[in-house]
C-alpha cells in the first residue's frame, strides 16, 4: 500500500480496536449483571462469575465485530473529510478506490475474526460455560447450600440440610422438587456427592420418596437404603449430552448424529451452519456502504449528518434481513441461499453507488436522493406527531 494507504490502515484500525473493546465491555458489564446472582444468592465467588460471562461474549463476538468496523469506518472518513484530507486526495488526483482499498483490507481482518469466532471460538467457549455451569450445579448442594437454612437453586426446588460433616458427607436432607406435573419429595439420613462418568450425583442413603400429583393428592411413599439423585437435572438444558447448534465445530454440523435430529430440528443446525459461512460477507457489505455514503470528498461546510444517518439505517436494515432469515431458515432450510443472496445484493448495490458517485451525471445522486427521501419522512413524521399533538380529547 501507499503512504497514505497505510495511514489510513492504522487509522481505521486503531479506532476499530478502541470501538470494539467499548461495545465488548457494555456487552460483558451486561452479562454480568445477568450473572450476579451467582454470587449474591449462590455462594459462587467473584471468579467463577467473570469467567462465565467472559466465556459468553464471543457468542455475540460475530455481530458485534462488523457494528464496531461500520461505526470506526463512518468515523475515520467523517474525520479525514473534516480534515480536508479527502479533498487533498480528491485534487491529487486519487481515486474513491484508493481510499477504499486499505478500508477493504481491514474488512479481510475483521472477516477473517468473525469466521474464527464463528467455527472455533464460539463453539469452544460454549463448551466451557456449559461445564462450568455443570461445575456450579454439581458443587451447589455439597459447598454452597448452608445447614440449618432452606435455600431454592432453581425455582420449584427447595433443599433443607440439618449439618454437613468434615468430609462432605450431608446429613438430615430435605429436597421438594415442584417443577413438574408429579411433586417429588426426598427425605434422607444423609447423602453425598460423587462424580462418576462426567456427572455429579446426590447418593442418598436411608430415607423415603413421597410422589403426588400435586400438593392436594394423597402421596405415595418409597423407602430406600440407597438412591441417586442427577444433579444435573436442577439444569435447564437439552436431553442428554446433545450439542446446541452452536456448540457444535464445523464438521460436527455438517455430519450431524442421528441422536442430535431426535431432540432437535433439523432447521437450527442448518441456518447455525449458514450463519457461520454468511456472516464473514458483511464487514465487506459495511464497509462498501461507509465509503458509498460518505467517502466522497465534500466541503465541510455541507451537513453530512443525514448520509451518516442513512448508511447505518441501510447497514442494519441489511444486518436485521440476515438475522430474520436465519430464523427463517431454520423452519424451512430451502431459503437458505437467501442468506447469502441478500448480503450479496448489499454488496452489489454499494459498488454500484461508488461507480455512479465516482462518475456523477446530470442531476441528484444516488446518496441524495436517498437523503431527501429520508428527509421528506422525517418532515411527515413530524408534521403527523404535531396534528396528532393537537388534537383535544373527544375529537
Known amino acids: 500500500m501507499s503512504t497514505f494507504g497505510n495511514y489510513l490502515f492504522r487509522q481505521a484500525f486503531s479506532a476499530l480496536a478502541l470501538i470494539l473493546l467499548s461495545l465488548c465491555g457494555v456487552v ?31 457468542k455475540l463476538l460475530a455481530v458485534i465485530a462488523p457494528i464496531a468496523l461500520l461505526i470506526a469506518v463512518i468515523h475515520i472518513l467523517s474525520r479525514l473529510n473534516n480534515d480536508s484530507e479527502l479533498i487533498v ?108 462418568d462426567g456427572g455429579s450425583y446426590l447418593v442418598m442413603e436411608n430415607g423415603h420418596i413421597l410422589r403426588g400429583a400435586n400438593d392436594f393428592s394423597p402421596r405415595e411413599i418409597l423407602a430406600f437404603t440407597s438412591y441417586p439423585i442427577d444433579l444435573e437435572r436442577f439444569e435447564r438444558r437439552t436431553v442428554g449430552h446433545v450439542w446446541k447448534p452452536q ?49 466522497q470528498a465534500q466541503s465541510t461546510r455541507k451537513n453530512r449528518t443525514q448520509m451518516i444517518a442513512m448508511a447505518f439505517l441501510v447497514a442494519a436494515l441489511f444486518r436485521g434481513g440476515g438475522l430474520a432469515l436465519n430464523n427463517m431458515v431454520s423452519l424451512n432450510t430451502s431459503l437458505a441461499p437467501l442468506m447469502y443472496l441478500l448480503p450479496t445484493l448489499g454488496i452489489a448495490l454499494a459498488l454500484w453507488m461508488i461507480v455512479r458517485n465516482e462518475h456523477p451525471r446530470p442531476g441528484l445522486s444516488v446518496g441524495d436522493r436517498m437523503n431527501l427521501a429520508l428527509g421528506d419522512l422525517l418532515a411527515w413524521m413530524r408534521s403527523l406527531l404535531s396534528r396528532c399533538s393537537a388534537l383535544q380529547p373527544g375529537e
Open 89 to 196: 486526495v480528491t485534487a491529487s488526483g486519487g481515486s474513491i478506490w484508493r481510499i477504499a482499498r486499505p478500508l477493504l483490507l481491514l474488512a479481510a481482518f475483521v472477516a477473517g475474526l468473525v469466521a474464527f469466532v464463528n467455527h472455533i471460538g464460539m463453539p469452544w467457549s460454549l463448551r466451557m460455560l456449559r461445564a462450568k455451569i455443570t461445575e456450579v450445579r454439581s458443587n451447589l448442594i455439597s459447598q454452597v447450600l448452608l445447614p440449618g437454612r432452606f435455600s431454592t437453586p432453581e425455582d420449584g426446588v427447595v433443599v433443607h440440610i440439618r449439618s454437613r460433616g468434615l468430609d462432605g458427607t450431608l446429613y438430615g436432607l430435605l429436597i421438594s422438587d415442584h417443577r413438574k406435573k408429579t411433586h417429588m419429595s426426598y427425605l434422607a439420613e444423609r447423602g453425598k456427592v460423587v462424580k462418576q
Open 247 to 295: 456448540e457444535r465445530y464445523l464438521n460436527e454440523l455438517i455430519y450431524l448424529e442421528d441422536k442430535a435430529l431426535k431432540h432437535e430440528r433439523l432447521g437450527r443446525y442448518k441456518s447455525e451452519l449458514h450463519e457461520r459461512f454468511s456472516g464473514p460477507l458483511y464487514p465487506f457489505l459495511f464497509v462498501l456502504l461507509a465509503v458509498a455514503f460518505v467517502g
Open 28 to 58: 460483558w458489564i451486561a452479562l454480568a449483571l445477568k450473572q450476579l446472582k451467582l454470587v449474591t444468592s449462590k455462594g459462587q465467588d467473584v471468579v467463577t462469575m467473570v469467567t462465565m460471562t467472559t466465556l459468553a461474549v464471543p
